[in-house]
C-alpha cells in the first residue's frame, strides 16, 4: 500500500476548473478567487499555503459545498457538486463543538441525521473516541477539557461521518505548540496506516514547517485577486525530522515562495488610489513590529537572516510575519531574495537610531509611499488641511472591499502618525495635518 | 454578577440607522391604520354590559391569583411562540429582515397601555366579551413581552459563530437538527434572561388589563389586579395589604420555583469554554436535581417528546444547490412589485379614512394633545432625574461591595418584579386623602415602574469596572468628586444609557396609567399625553384617543432615534472598556 510511507495515487476525487469566486453584485463585487484549476486525487495529502486573504479558507469551503463558485466548475468523482459535498467533512480550526454536548454526544450528533440506529450510533462513537485516546472523558463536556483534546473530539467526530476527503481549516493552529505536535502525529500515524477509511486529505495551513511535516503536496496562494502560484511536491520520506537538511531546505523553499522577491522600487510602491494601475495597499503592520523586526535582522553579523528562521524565533505562523516583511520592503528598509531578508544601509540606520533619528528616516520613507502621499496631498487641497475619515473610506472603498479600507486607513494613520505627517481627531472624527511644530525634546526614557 | 449579566443580553435592538427611514414611515402608517381599523371595530360595540362582580373576600384570593398567572402564562407561551418564528425568519432570510426588523423596532418603542381599548373594543366587536375580554388581556400582555424577548433569539441566531454553523452544515443537519442541537440551545440563555424581564412587565400590564373601563363599558376580569383595585375603591385598606401581600406571594414563588431553577439549567448552553466562577444557584433545582421521581418525570415526559419529535422531524439535509446570491427571475419581481402595490393602495386608502378621524377631532382637542405631550415630556424627565439621584449613588455603593450586594440583590430582585401597577391605587390613595397634588403621584407611579432599569445596570456598570482601573485610581489618590468624575461616571456611562433607555420608555407608557385614576366617583388627573389616552377612553372618545397615542408613538421613535441612540452609539464608541 505504501512506499516510503508515501501512499499510492488513485481515482481523481475533486477536480476544479477555472474556479473563481466574488462576492457582491453588479459593479460593487470583490474577486476572492480567480482561474483555479486543481485536482485532489486518492492517498494524496495537500496543504494550502499562502498569505491571509488569499482564498485559501474560501477554496476548501468551496470543495466541501459550503459555498458556491461563482465561476468554473467544481466537481467530485466526476460528477459536479451541488451544495454540501456528502463525501467530506470539515475539522475547524475553533473545533467547533456544541459546548451544550458531552464529548460522546458531540460525536454522535454527527451521525444522528444519518439516521444510524441508536445503538450503532453510541457503538461508533465509543469506539473513536477511545481511538483518539480519550476514552473516560466520554461524559466530559468540552469546556473541562484543554484544547487539545476539544480538537481530538473534533477529529474523531470528523471520523465518525467516515468521509472520502477530509478537509482542516488550520486544525492546529489555535493549540499550544506541543499538544498541536502530539497531535499531528497521531494523525499522521492514523492517515499512513490506513487505519481510517479516509481517502485524500485537504489541509489549509498558517505554518509552513507543520505542511511540510505532513503533506505530500504543497499548493502555495497569492492575494488579490486569490491564485495559485505554486504547486510544489513534497517526497520526503516519512517519518519527517524537523531538523534534517533536506527538510529544512523544503522549508526555505517554500517560504521563498510565499513571500516572493522584492521588486524594483517603482513597482514595489506601485500607485495611489485614483491613480492609474493597482492601488498599492499597504500591509497591516504596526510600527513596532516594523521596528524589531530590523532590530533582530542588525543583530546578524551579515545583516541578512533565513526569514523561516525569523519565523521560527518570534511567530508559529508565517501569517504574522509576511505583512512586516512587506512593509519594511515597501519602505526600502530591506529587501527579499531567495527566502532571505537583508537590511539595506537604510533599514540599518533605522536599526541603529535613536527615537528621534528613527522618527525622521520613516517619515522621509513614508512620504514616498503612494497612499500616504495620497492622503497629504488631499488634505493640503483644504483650507483647514482637516478631512473626515469618512471621505477618505468613501475614496478608497473604490478599491477594495470595505472592511479592507477601514485596514487600510487605520494603518495610514498610524504610519502618518509616528511620522508625524498628519494625525487623527477623535472628537470629530477627521485626520489633519498638525501645523504646530510636533517634534520637542524627545522624552527621556524611564 | 447577575446584573451583569442582564446588562450584555437585555441591551436592547439599537442598530446602526438613527434617522427615520422609509420602512419607519412606513411602518408607522401601518400602525396608523391598525389603530384606526381597531376604532372603527370598537366603536361598533353594543353600549351597556354587565358588570363584572369582584368579590372582595381573601378566601377567593388564591383563585384570582390562579386566574391572574393563566393569563400570564398564556401570554408568555403566545410570546415564546412568536419570538421564535418571527426571530428565526427574520435572521434567515435577508430580504424578511429588511422588513421585520424595523418593525421590531418600532413596535417595542410604542406605547403599548394605549392600544388596550382599541384591542377590546376591536376583539368584544366579532367575539363574545367573555371571550374577547380574557383575549385582549392576553394580546395585550403578550405586546409587552414578546419585543425584547424575539430581539434577543434573532441576536442569538445572527451572532452564532460562522463555525457552529458550517458544522451543521457539513454533518448534513436538517432544519430540525439545526434547530434542536444548535440555534435553540445558542439562544436559549438570551432567550430566558429575557423572559424573566419580560414576565416582570407582564405583570405590569396585567394589572392595567384586568381593571379597564371604557365609559360604561365594564371589562374587568377576576383576578389579583381587580381585586387591589376594587379594595381601594372600598377604601378596605385590609383587602388592599391581603392583595399585595398575595401577589408578593406569586412573585417570589414563580422566582423560586420556575425562573431560577430555569436560570441554573440553562447555564450549560454558555457558549464561553471557561467555567463560570459565580453561577446563579437554586435549592429548587438541586432539589429536583436529586429526586427520582422528578428523573423519572423528566425522562417520560421530556425526553419522550424530543426523542419523538427527533424521529418525525430529523434527517438528514438533501442536497440543496449551494448559497449563491443569484438575481430574481423576473416573474419574482413582478409578483413583489405588485404585492407592494396593493399594499400601498391598502395604506393610502385607509390612510384618507384614518387623515378624517384625525381631523373630526377638535382644535382645542388638538391644543390639549400638544400641551399634554410637553408636560408628560417634563414628567418623564423628573422621573429620570430623581431615578438617577437615587439610583446612581445606591448603584455604586452595592456594585463595589459584594457582601452588601449578596444581601441586597435579592430584595432588589423581588422589588423590582412586584408590578408597581398594584401599588397604584394605594399610593393614590394616600396622596389624594393627605391632599398632596396628584402631579407628585404620577411623578411617583412613573418612577416605581421603571427606576429598576437604571439600577441594575449601575449595578452591572459598577461590577464592570476593571480592577486595575480601581487599583490605579487609588495610587493616583482621586478622591470624592474628582474619583467619581474621572473613574466612575464614564464607567457607568454606557450601562446608564442602556438602563435609562428602557425607563423612559416604560415611563411614557406608564404615564397611561400614571396620570389618569379613577376611584370611587373621583376622577384624579393631570394635563398629560397619558391623561388624555386614559380620558379620551373613558369617554369613548375614538378621534381623541388615536390623536393622542399616534403622537405618542411618534414622539417616543422620534425620541429614540434623536437621542437616546445617538447617546447610545457616543457611549459605545467612547465609554466602553475592552
Redo the contacts between chains.
Keep these: 500500500m505504501t512506499t516510503h510511507g508515501h501512499k499510492v495515487l488513485g481515482e481523481v476525487l475533486v477536480e476544479l476548473r477555472n474556479v473563481g469566486k466574488r462576492y457582491g453584485?453588479g459593479d460593487k463585487y470583490t474577486e476572492a478567487l480567480r482561474g483555479i484549476n486543481l485536482t485532489i486525487r486518492e492517498g494524496e495529502f495537500v496543504a494550502l499555503l499562502g498569505p491571509s486573504g488569499c482564498g485559501k479558507s474560501t477554496l476548501l469551503?468551496i470543495i466541501?459545498?459550503?459555498?458556491?463558485a461563482?465561476e468554473g466548475e467544481v466537481l467530485y468523482r466526476g460528477k459536479p457538486?451541488?451544495?454540501?459535498n456528502?463525501n467530506?467533512?470539515?475539522v475547524?480550526?475553533?473545533?467547533?463543538l456544541?459546548?451544550?454536548?458531552t464529548v460522546q454526544e458531540n460525536v454522535e450528533?454527527?451521525l444522528?441525521?444519518?439516521?444510524v440506529p441508536r445503538l450503532e450510533r453510541t457503538k461508533r462513537a465509543l469506539r473513536l473516541i477511545d481511538h483518539v485516546g480519550l476514552d473516560g472523558f466520554e461524559t466530559a463536556?468540552?469546556?473541562e477539557l484543554s484544547g487539545g483534546m476539544?480538537q481530538k473530539v473534533g477529529f474523531a467526530?470528523a471520523m465518525a461521518?467516515e468521509p472520502e476527503l477530509l478537509c482542516l481549516d488550520e486544525p492546529f493552529s489555535a493549540l499550544d505548540v506541543l499538544s498541536a505536535e502530539s497531535l499531528r502525529g497521531e494523525l499522521m500515524e492514523l492517515w499512513l496506516s490506513g487505519g481510517i477509511p479516509t481517502k485524500a486529505i485537504l489541509m489549509v495551513s498558517h505554518n509552513i514547517e507543520e505542511a511540510v511535516f505532513m503533506a505530500d503536496r504543497l499548493v502555495i496562494m497569492d492575494k488579490n485577486p486569490g491564485h495559485i502560484v505554486a504547486d510544489i511536491p513534497n517526497n520526503l520520506p516519512h517519518p519527517r525530522r524537523r531538523k534534517e537538511k533536506a527538510f529544512l531546505a523544503m522549508v526555505d523553499q517554500v517560504y521563498g515562495q510565499i513571500v516572493g522577491k522584492t521588486r524594483p522600487e517603482a513597482e514595489e510602491l506601485g500607485s495611489a488610489p485614483g491613480e492609474p494601475g493597482a492601488t498599492r495597499a499597504l500591509p497591516a503592520a504596526p510600527i513596532n513590529a516594523i521596528s524589531g523586526l530590523l532590530e533582530r535582522v542588525n543583530e546578524e553579523l551579515t545583516n541578512k537572516i533565513d526569514i523561516y528562521r525569523l519565523a521560527d524565533e518570534f511567530v508559529n505562523d508565517y501569517d504574522e510575519i509576511l505583512p512586516i516583511i512587506e512593509a519594511v520592503e515597501l519602505l526600502g528598509f530591506a529587501s527579499v531574495e531567495a527566502g532571505d531578508l537583508s537590511l539595506t544601509p537604510l533599514g540599518q540606520a533605522f536599526a541603529e537610531g535613536s527615537i528621534q533619528a528613527r522618527k525622521e528616516i520613516f517619515a522621509a520613507r513614508v512620504k514616498r509611499v503612494p497612499m500616504i502621499r495620497w492622503i497629504l496631498s488631499m488634505l493640503k487641497a483644504q483650507s483647514d488641511q482637516r478631512l473626515s475619515w469618512d471621505v477618505f473610506i468613501a475614496a478608497l472603498s473604490r478599491e477594495f472591499p470595505p472592511e479592507v479600507a477601514e485596514r487600510q486607513l487605520d494603518t495610514a494613520v498610524d504610519w502618518g502618525r509616528y511620522a508625524e505627517l498628519f494625525s487623527y481627531d477623535?472628537s470629530d472624527n477627521t485626520i489633519f495635518i498638525e501645523t504646530e511644530q510636533p517634534i520637542s525634546q524627545p522624552a527621556p526614557m524611564p | 454578577m447577575e446584573a451583569l449579566r442582564r446588562k450584555t443580553i437585555f441591551a436592547t435592538g439599537q442598530g446602526d440607522a438613527a434617522y427615520l427611514g422609509w420602512a419607519d414611515i412606513l411602518i408607522l402608517l401601518g400602525l396608523a391604520v391598525a389603530v384606526y381599523l381597531g376604532v372603527q371595530l370598537a366603536s361598533s360595540t353594543p353600549p351597556s354590559l354587565a358588570r363584572a362582580e369582584i368579590d372582595l373576600n381573601p378566601q377567593v384570593l388564591p383563585y384570582y391569583a390562579l386566574q391572574s398567572v393563566r393569563r400570564m402564562a398564556a401570554a408568555y407561551i403566545l410570546s415564546l411562540l412568536f419570538s421564535i418564528v418571527y426571530g428565526y425568519f427574520a435572521a434567515r432570510s435577508r430580504s424578511a429582515e429588511r422588513v421585520l426588523l424595523p418593525v421590531l423596532d418600532v413596535l417595542q418603542s410604542v406605547p403599548i397601555l394605549s392600544f388596550l381599548p382599541v384591542v377590546v373594543l376591536a376583539l368584544t366587536a366579532v367575539l363574545p366579551q367573555a371571550v374577547a375580554v380574557e383575549l385582549a388581556a392576553i394580546v395585550l400582555i403578550f405586546t409587552s413581552q414578546v419585543w425584547n424577548m424575539t430581539y434577543s433569539f434573532y441576536q442569538s441566531l445572527r451572532t452564532l459563530p460562522r463555525e457552529l454553523r458550517e458544522a451543521a452544515s457539513v454533518f448534513r443537519f436538517n432544519w430540525w437538527w439545526r434547530f434542536r442541537r444548535v440555534d435553540l440551545p445558542f439562544a436559549s440563555i438570551g432567550l430566558l434572561w429575557n423572559s424573566v424581564m419580560s414576565w416582570a412587565g407582564g405583570w405590569f400590564f396585567l394589572m392595567a388589563a384586568e381593571i379597564f373601563t371604557v365609559g360604561d363599558k365594564d371589562f374587568r376580569l377576576p383576578g389579583v389586579g381587580s381585586y387591589l383595585q376594587e379594595a381601594a375603591n372600598a377604601n378596605d385598606t385590609t383587602a388592599i395589604l391581603y392583595g399585595v401581600l398575595t401577589l408578593v406571594l406569586i412573585v417570589v414563588l414563580l422566582d423560586q420555583l420556575v425562573w431560577r431553577p430555569l436560570l441554573v439549567w440553562v447555564e450549560k448552553f454558555k457558549i464561553e469554554t471557561v467555567e463560570n466562577d459565580n453561577p446563579p444557584t437554586s435549592w429548587f433545582y438541586n432539589l429536583l436535581s436529586g429526586s427520582r421521581l422528578a428523573g423519572a418525570l423528566h425522562q417520560v415526559l421530556i425526553v419522550g417528546t424530543i426523542k419523538a419529535l427527533d424521529r418525525r422531524l430529523g434527517g438528514a439535509r438533501r442536497f440543496e444547490p449551494a448559497e449563491q446570491e443569484r438575481p430574481l427571475h423576473w416573474t419574482q419581481r413582478a409578483a413583489r412589485i405588485l404585492a407592494l402595490t396593493i399594499f400601498v393602495v391598502i395604506v393610502i386608502a385607509l390612510g384618507i379614512q384614518l387623515i378624517q378621524l384625525l381631523l373630526s377631532v377638535s382644535l382645542d382637542d388638538y391644543g390639549r394633545v400638544a400641551a399634554g405631550t410637553v408636560a408628560t415630556a417634563l414628567r418623564v424627565l423628573s422621573a429620570m432625574l430623581i431615578a438617577m439621584a437615587w439610583t446612581i449613588p445606591l448603584g455604586v455603593l452595592i456594585g463595589s461591595n459584594p457582601r452588601l450586594a449578596n444581601f441586597l440583590q435579592p430584595l432588589v430582585q423581588i422589588a423590582a418584579s412586584t408590578p408597581a401597577t398594584a401599588f397604584f391605587p394605594l399610593i393614590v390613595l394616600v396622596i389624594v386623602s393627605n391632599g398632596i397634588s396628584f402631579n407628585v403621584a404620577a411623578v411617583l407611579l412613573m418612577l416605581l415602574g421603571t427606576q429598576w432599569y437604571v439600577l441594575f445596570n449601575v449595578i452591572a456598570g459598577t461590577t464592570a469596572i476593571p480592577k486595575d482601573l480601581r487599583d490605579m485610581t487609588d495610587l493616583l489618590r482621586f478622591k470624592g468628586w474628582n474619583r467619581w468624575r474621572k473613574l466612575i461616571l464614564p464607567s457607568l456611562f454606557p450601562y446608564l444609557i442602556t438602563g435609562l433607555i428602557t425607563a423612559s420608555g416604560g415611563a411614557w407608557n406608564a404615564s397611561i396609567v400614571a396620570e389618569y385614576a379613577e376611584f370611587g366617583q373621583q376622577t384624579y388627573n393631570v394635563i398629560g399625553l397619558g391623561a388624555l389616552i386614559s380620558e379620551a377612553t373613558a369617554k369613548g372618545d375614538f378621534g381623541l384617543l388615536t390623536a393622542a397615542t399616534l403622537t405618542m408613538s411618534v414622539v417616543v421613535v422620534i425620541i429614540n432615534r434623536y437621542f437616546w441612540r445617538r447617546l447610545y452609539r457616543l457611549a459605545a464608541e467612547r465609554y466602553t472598556m475592552e
Design positions: 453584485r469551503r466541501a459545498g459550503l459555498i458556491g461563482s457538486l451541488r451544495g454540501v456528502p467530506t467533512t470539515i475547524f480550526q475553533s473545533f467547533a456544541y459546548p451544550w454536548l450528533a454527527a444522528e441525521p444519518l439516521g463536556y468540552p469546556r476539544r467526530r461521518v477623535n
